[in-house]
């Protein structure tokens, strides 16, 4: 029987990335504060493919994430992309997860406790050598200075996301980004709030108003100050309340 | 060659709707102030199969929509489904639009105009008779009157959508049920805002503040007072800006 | 202070369902080979809201569930939902959960074993009695036999969902819904496949055929020999290969 | 009343794209066939904003994009974004427009006639002189040569998308871009095929199967040879029918 995916191909192309996509899988993840956490990936595996081979061989991807679902971390994924390359005889290798990530929180005032979630994802490159981006959406609510100014009272506010992609020196805990970014929209968000929680966010809310362009500019300054996070790119979405669009505000560290 | 469709089922198991879904078309609408409106929609056809055979012919559903797709209204609809009807020699027939349409609006202090984009949904069912069902759903600002009640200054307010699905006698416009619906949050929204509209939705959602609760039976109360309208349904969520998860409520005329 | 949501709405309305949506919480279930699985669910939770009362209380949803998500199974619903109807003071309560399940599949040949995911969903509600409805989604292939039968060689196929919505008596493990459903399309489909496994499906596939309105019918059929089973829909959609559009059929029984 | 937007900002922090998203609007283009073609664009526009400046005015765009909606092509871009520069007082300027596309195609045998839709993406940055790159997301029908190779007889087949990114010298239209694409799977699609139609790409495809890695072979070896076009991304993505994830192979032009 012909081996198709070893035939030759003579055009002379070679493949940047070629694997599986939208595959999805339950993984356990390192928790900084419980020890594991029990979530569910989109994952996307992929290697070069050199251009005098035809096809790779797309199951050993899956045989490669079975052999490590259960013990993945930001540090452990650079031994799955040595083992895609190994088994998939490539020069290259990328592993990307995307998963919903659940921090407990405590309202502000009574301290009531609830999960929040962060939609992460994490993309590994693996050449000569390893690069890893986090990226991290932190959903806080937004108060328009402008709004606040010129009306007797109130000002429009609005559910926000800040979406960070960073690379980092060291270990980079998923709870210490969002803590880093979440207080720096108009107030942070819960999934529970008593009485007293919510009089204590509108009223920050209002005293603390922040266009998209404050918001982005707050955490670039915020990440600018550390030095272990080499790169990054913020983007701020603002759900506006009073237009069915969104504001948005973008900063790349060059 | 054997005709396959054609061929019989014995489980005597008659198939209720059969067809083509998820279906992408370029109509043309009647339009209330414009004579006509393109738009792009996402298009389901089927009919009954009776018990005795097996398959129904799937092109043929595409042949119709060919011959009517420039001249769609709610009333004309009756017509492809009679057509469907009986080019698939079926006792019932069912169509479903969804799109998204367009209304010039303009802003409350400056007139400025602007365009807002409200998703409609019509759903129709031939049998012995027929049944046609608009959905249109409009996006308005809500302002909690539980936060402005307990703080100080300021109250939480964000983007929410209300859901109506509507019977009716006669014909209805999107236009007028726009018009109904709208004003039913806090306050209407608009695409193009000038400095003084935002400080007049600012203030006028401050002075109106609605919960979901309030928002649903504003329209309901407003849909019992219509005698066209025969039935609906109202759905309003509210995108919380101090959550990450919506507030919502419903009403159905029994 | 006033207690808004405590006041009265004189318009003699009352609101069918009112509650939080969308909020997603990891939750654990019971699974029937693994004692239990860790998975995210997209959570609704409502009740009703006499006419006399102006709002409900949002946050005592969140409390609820917070007390009882590490052990969820079909069963423990109902008394979920008997305390939402109490902390709420409510005469009806209504339960959503979508989630991601996942089940592991051994290769039709070669036995290599990997996990799929179904997406399921459980909605209950609570009025006098509790009904309990399951929604699980199966994927399968379908290969078409019109083209099969019109072709010297080769049939199109793809990938189809089987959608199942059932009522019925007793216990039923979402991994018995799966195991009833996924032969009724041409043949089942796996996340892992070796060689030998794709040789398997490619052939049993084609060997057999068949339409939406054959899949609808062979689920429907043994719904019907079921007599745990009291009620059902089914609905089945084939991403067509030939079409950038679907095929649908569906049945639901009375 | 303070000018909140023109405020001073201290932290010395040019951002880089401030703007609005996800702007939903009619617009009409240029067709190569009939002239213009109406659609529905989900828009983003946006400019840098000085370090010195604190705010933009984000009303400014909509105003722009009201101005030229009626009369967009790729080549009429570079003006709108000429005028956001101008009227924004920034030195760079970014236009993302994202529509479907339909193109009327003849089925290969019966010549029945139906459109088809092709998702479009248009990318303009306006700096010192204009980048404009356009996206195309093309539907095909994939054969695996493994699963045709090792099987008796048939062949999993499926749906697939061929997404590409373009920079080029001079005019291209859409259609253009659809014809180099669309033959470069195992076979074309179509809305409306007669049987004799569905037996053509039956038999076609099985004689012309084709990895997701030939396929993106096929493309880039296209575009290679077309002198016009100075830089490409090639994305396929096989929708398995096999698997419930997807097979993906990707080639960017140096």
Known sequence: ????????DYRNLEIDKVGVKNLRYPIVLLDKYNDQQHTIATINMSVNLPHRFRGTHMSRFIEVLNRHRREIDIHRMGDIMKE???????????????????????????????????KVKIIGSLNDKITMTMGVSVPV???????????????????????????????????????????????KIYSLLKREDEKYITE????????????VRNVADKFNKNE???????????FESIHNHDAYASIVKN
């Open 204 to 215: 920050r809310s209002y005293e603390n108003p922040n266009f998209v362009e404050d918001v």
């Open 141 to 187: 609510i937004t108060l328009c200075p402008c709004s606040k100014e010129i009306s007797e009272y109130g000002a429009h506010n609005q559910r926000g996301e800040i979406y960070v992609l960073l690379r980092f020196k060291g270990f980079l805990w998923i709870e210490d980004v969002v803590a880093m970014v979440e207080n720096c929209g108009s107030a």
């Open 84 to 118: 895609m390359k190994k088994v998939l005889n490539a020069e290259s290798a990328h592993l990307e997860l995307e998963f919903p990530y659940f921090i407990e929180k405590q309202a502000p005032v009574s301290g009531a406790k609830s999960l929040m979630e962060y």
């Open 228 to 238: 272990n996070i080499t790169w990054y790119q913020v983007d701020v979405v603002s």
């Open 1 to 8: 029987m012909r081996d198709v995916q070893n035939e030759v």
